[in-house]
């Protein structure tokens, strides 16, 4: 079957460049990464990725002394002790 499809330019550029190096087509390389996606995200039992929970459970800051509504203030400060808008 004929498609069209969008692909970012240098993505296109480097595949192209790896189907020359290992002498295949453009078209055979991008059904092999077709055919290894879907087979990844189709695999039977395969549960999708999912980050742990990192929150942090705290009391008022994270050091002492430290409060969250100042956190944002010590984020921008600059060395010389100023605070950029």
């Known amino acids: ?33 077709l055919r290894a996606a879907v087979e990844a ?8 990725f999912r980050l742990r929970d990192g929150s942090f459970q705290g009391g008022e800051g994270l050091q002492a002394g430290v409060k969250w509504t100042g956190l944002s203030a010590l984020a921008y400060e600059d060395e010389g002790g100023s605070i950029r808008p």
């Open 41 to 48: 995200r189709t695999r039977i039992g395969a549960e999708p």
């Open 1 to 33: 079957m004929k498609t069209t499809i969008e692909i970012a330019e240098p993505l296109f550029l480097q595949a192209k460049a790896l189907a020359a190096k290992e002498r295949i087509s453009f078209r055979d390389l991008v059904e092999e990464g």
